[in-house]
């Protein structure tokens, strides 16, 4: 069969293909014949390829959907946290409106109490001042009880009692040695001066008083020393000590030293004379 044109070429090929190679061969350089073969590797590899992009695809989308999630997680998140940080801080506000009100109310309330404070301390003063009134009240009291009563008081041991003038006195003492002015100050605070003639023995006495609600030691020195003071002048003294009680050490002095004690009216004798 002659071929005198492409197209006899391209019948003869049709109808026998297995020239085509042979004739690819002859026609084409060695590389361009290797051209299907590379093809085919390029195909598979392109399709390695689509492969791992699909893999990678589907491994950004499980990323991105992750992140996707775990971004509205933390939106979430910051929701609540800004939600309990809104909350915190209306209650800060709140506690802090409080505290301010506590604080005024504490102001007025250190106000109050030291404005009680004052009044209490006024008030204890003035208790003070009272309770001094009354002491005062109570040792005149007893004094003129004593002055009013002690003759009857002593009138089972002793005759012809009767209160002795401390002006009078006075006037007697200068008549004899003038006291000095200390002297004179001593016998002028004499609380009571009562004299009588004891019933046993017939001497006569004068009593030197030192009343006081509670005797202590201080009464008892005082009606020592002034019982002792007038003994310069010849009188025969006796210490008396009087009142509604008497301290322990007080009472113990009295009786050793031979004062007479008078204790609510009831004689503790320390003289000997009743």
Same mark, same amino acid.
């Given at each position: 069969?002659? +071929?005198?044109?492409?197209?006899?070429?391209?019948?003869?090929?049709?109808?026998?293909?297995?020239?085509?190679?042979?004739?690819?061969?002859?026609?084409?350089?060695?590389?361009?014949?290797?051209?299907?073969?590379?093809?085919?590797?390029?195909?598979?590899?392109?399709?390695?390829?689509?492969?791992?992009?699909?893999?990678?695809?589907?491994?950004?989308?499980?990323?991105?959907?992750?992140?996707?999630?775990?971004?509205?997680?933390?939106?979430?998140?910051?929701?609540?946290?800004?939600?309990?940080?809104?909350?915190?801080?209306?209650?800060?506000?709140?506690?802090?409106?409080?505290?301010?009100?506590?604080? &005024?109310?504490?102001?007025?309330?250190?106000?109050?109490?030291?404005? +009680?404070?004052?009044?209490?301390?006024?008030?204890?003063?003035?208790?003070?001042?009272?309770?001094?009134?009354?002491?005062?009240?109570?040792?005149?009291?007893?004094?003129?009880?004593?002055?009013?009563?002690?003759?009857?008081?002593?009138?089972?041991?002793?005759?012809?009692?009767?209160?002795?003038?401390?002006?009078?006195?006075?006037?007697?003492?200068?008549?004899?040695?003038?006291?000095?002015?200390?002297?004179?100050?001593?016998?002028?605070?004499?609380?009571?001066?009562?004299?009588? &003639?004891?019933?046993?023995?017939?001497?006569?006495?004068?009593?030197?008083?030192?009343?006081?609600?509670?005797?202590?030691?201080?009464?008892?020195?005082?009606?020592?020393?002034?019982?002792? +003071?007038?003994?310069?002048?010849?009188?025969?003294?006796?210490?008396?000590?009087?009142?509604?009680?008497?301290?322990?050490?007080?009472?113990?002095?009295?009786?050793?030293?031979?004062?007479?004690? +008078?204790?609510?009216? &009831?004689?503790?004798?320390?003289?000997?004379?009743?």
């Amino acid at each position: 069969m002659a +071929l005198q044109s492409i197209e006899d070429i391209i019948r003869a090929l049709q109808e026998h293909p297995e020239w085509r190679e042979p004739l690819l061969r002859a026609l084409l350089p060695e590389r361009y014949q290797q051209l299907p073969e590379r093809v085919d590797n390029l195909e598979a590899a392109l399709a390695r390829l689509a492969a791992a992009q699909e893999a990678t695809q589907q491994t950004l989308q499980r990323f991105i959907e992750r992140t996707e999630q775990r971004f509205q997680q933390v939106e979430e998140q910051q929701r609540q946290q800004a939600a309990r940080h809104d909350e915190l801080v209306e209650k800060f506000i709140q506690l802090t409106e409080r505290l301010d009100d506590l604080t &005024v109310r504490l102001e007025q309330l250190t106000a109050r109490v030291d404005q +009680l404070a004052q009044q209490m301390a006024m008030m204890a003063a003035r208790m003070e001042r009272i309770e001094q009134d009354m002491g005062d009240v109570k040792g005149i009291a007893l004094e003129l009880f004593y002055r009013n009563h002690a003759t009857a008081l002593l009138g089972l041991r002793f005759r012809k009692l009767r209160v002795v003038d401390i002006g009078r006195l006075l006037d007697t003492l200068y008549e004899q040695r003038a006291p000095t002015r200390e002297e004179a100050e001593q016998i002028s605070r004499i609380d009571l001066l009562v004299k009588g &003639v004891h019933r046993a023995t017939g001497e006569e006495y004068l009593m030197v008083w030192e009343i006081s609600w509670t005797v202590d030691e201080q009464d008892v020195s005082r009606a020592l020393e002034r019982a002792q +003071l007038l003994r310069q002048w010849g009188l025969n003294t006796v210490p008396v000590v009087a009142g509604k009680g008497i301290t322990g050490d007080a009472r113990s002095t009295a009786l050793s030293r031979g004062v007479l004690v +008078l204790l609510d009216t &009831v004689p503790l004798d320390g003289s000997g004379l009743v």
